[in-house]
């Protein structure tokens, strides 16, 4: 269901800030920092999955001291929804990935069945590892396929949260911080 902008300041103001802007600029740091340690030989492809995770991606290759390619996917399961299903592919990879080192960079890692998915379409195409980095982990015991990520930047609890590429109904993703929405707005 479409929300207004309107709606989306609402669901802001009754939101609790989890992660502040600061807290989450330190993780990033250290994420950067174990990332370049792992694959500054690589000659690495970071893939970005978008639209989540265009602003950690964004965030982690500026902290990344080597030369590296970029290139993106998007995938989603969720659309407008807080909920959702089936992989939906709308772009594919356009750098050749066989015998290449991949990082693959998402905003969150919630039932981990899109990294799983994401994964193993970076393995069918040859790659030679495959990494996978999110700013986010959600701790539940729902996970599926993928149940924790390489490098992670913070943990959240089992709630809905957006913020710093996270979107709520594609609101939001723009907020520094990370935050739990009301439980009247789940």
């Known amino acids: 269901m479409a929300i207004s902008a309107t709606d989306a300041q609402g669901v ?5 800030c989890i992660f502040d802007d600061e807290t989450i600029q330190r993780a990033l740091d250290e994420m950067g920092r174990k990332i370049a340690e792992e694959i500054q030989n690589e000659n690495p492809i970071v893939i970005c999955v978008m639209t989540g995770g265009l602003i950690a991606t964004s965030e982690i290759i500026k902290r990344l001291p080597f030369p590296l390619e970029l290139d993106y996917l998007h995938a989603s399961r ?6 959702g299903d089936n992989l939906s592919w709308k ?3 356009g750098k050749l990935l ?3 080192t ?4 998402d905003d969150i890692l919630d039932v981990g ?3 799983h998915e994401i994964i193993e379409y970076v393995k069918s195409e040859g790659a030679k590892k495959t990494y996978t980095a999110v700013l986010v982990d959600k701790i539940h015991d729902r996970k599926e396929g993928v149940t924790s990520a390489d490098f992670t930047g913070v943990t959240v609890p089992d709630k809905y949260v957006f913020g710093y590429g996270m979107d709520y109904k594609q609101y ?6 990370i935050f739990a929405a009301h439980k009247d707005d789940e």
Do not use: H
Request: no cysteine; charged share 35%; aromatic share 4%.
């Open 98 to 100: 066989k015998d290449r």
């Open 102 to 105: 991949v990082l693959i960079v």
């Open 172 to 177: 939001l993703r723009n907020v520094k911080g």
């Open 91 to 93: 772009t594919r990879p």
């Open 12 to 16: 802001l103001s009754r939101a609790e």
């Open 113 to 115: 069945k899109t990294l």
């Open 78 to 83: 969720y659309g407008d929804a807080t909920v």
